[in-house]
């Protein structure tokens, strides 16, 4: 009950609420792309020959987007490489939606190209998510008057680890009813074309839909760097002298972030 209970109170910081929320759904959108991307590279683009090659720019070019999001962040803040990158990610799972079976040089580089743009626009909410989450402890602390950072974390991470086996699961079960017929991994089995746009639903559809989702979010996530300061700056002057005293516009503003009225939080 006690366990439980601390997790419950995490909830109770908006900022929490929609830092969860945009994750949840990049997370989502990670975890049906990356289920049914082999199936995707295999069955519908005939490409398996090259996952190596492919795997191997993914992982260069999620790479050579940090200095990009680095940059973005120190100079324009924690959002601002979400929201410029992300819409990469969403072109990269484009391209599966026309993806056509054959291995001509044309498929063969827009394959490429998908495997280029989806790790690199990936890469920025990912930066937003890991760069906000720490933040989330000091707006916690304002409501609870505790540090909390492990009951905050884990709660994040069990309700996410489940969330993703439950896509797992949920691509297999639907590609399995869109009758995709698997075999040995990379040898390529001719299937229907009701078992193809199975997997473009998979790989392109619901992880495009998911992300979008997560990039709205994002743009909906109200705490700034100057928030930050001021909620620090009042948790700390409260632990100090056992009270703090606020303007209006500093009130409003953690009201706004935190989601509850002052009165009710320990601050």
């Not at 950072?149 to 991470?157: A, H, Y």
Request: aromatic content about 14%; some cysteine.
């Amino acid at each position: 009950k006690f366990a439980i209970d601390e997790y419950v109170q995490v909830f109770r910081s908006k900022a929490f609420r929609d830092y969860f929320s945009m994750s949840f759904f990049w997370q989502m959108a990670r975890s049906f792309y990356s289920t049914s991307s082999i199936y995707f590279i295999t069955y519908l683009a005939n490409l398996y020959k090259y996952y190596p090659i492919y795997n191997t720019f993914a992982g260069v070019f999620e790479s050579l987007a940090f200095p990009l999001n680095y940059a973005l962040t120190m100079k324009h803040g924690k959002k601002k490489c979400g929201n410029i990158v992300t819409p990469l990610m969403v072109a990269g799972l484009a391209i599966g939606l026309i993806m056509q079976s054959g291995g001509s040089i044309f498929w063969t580089v827009l394959m490429m190209l998908s495997m280029i743009l989806y790790p690199f626009g990936m890469s920025g909410l990912g930066f937003v998510s890991t760069n906000i989450f720490p933040d989330l402890t000091d707006v916690d602390e304002m409501i609870t008057g505790r540090r909390r950072e492990g009951v905050i974390s884990t709660c994040n991470t069990m309700v996410k680890q489940v969330v993703q086996g439950i896509m797992t699961f949920a691509v297999g079960s639907a590609l399995n009813a869109f009758g995709l017929v698997t075999g040995n991994q990379g040898v390529y089995i001719p299937q229907t074309n009701l078992a193809l746009n199975g997997i473009r639903v998979c790989v392109a559809v619901l992880p495009m839909i998911s992300a979008l989702i997560s990039l709205f979010l994002l743009k909906r996530f109200k705490m700034t760097k100057d928030d930050h300061t001021m909620i620090r700056a009042a948790v700390a002057t409260k632990h100090k002298y056992g009270s703090v005293t606020l303007t209006d516009e500093e009130k409003k503003r953690c009201e706004l972030i935190s989601g509850q009225k002052l009165e009710n939080t320990w601050l």
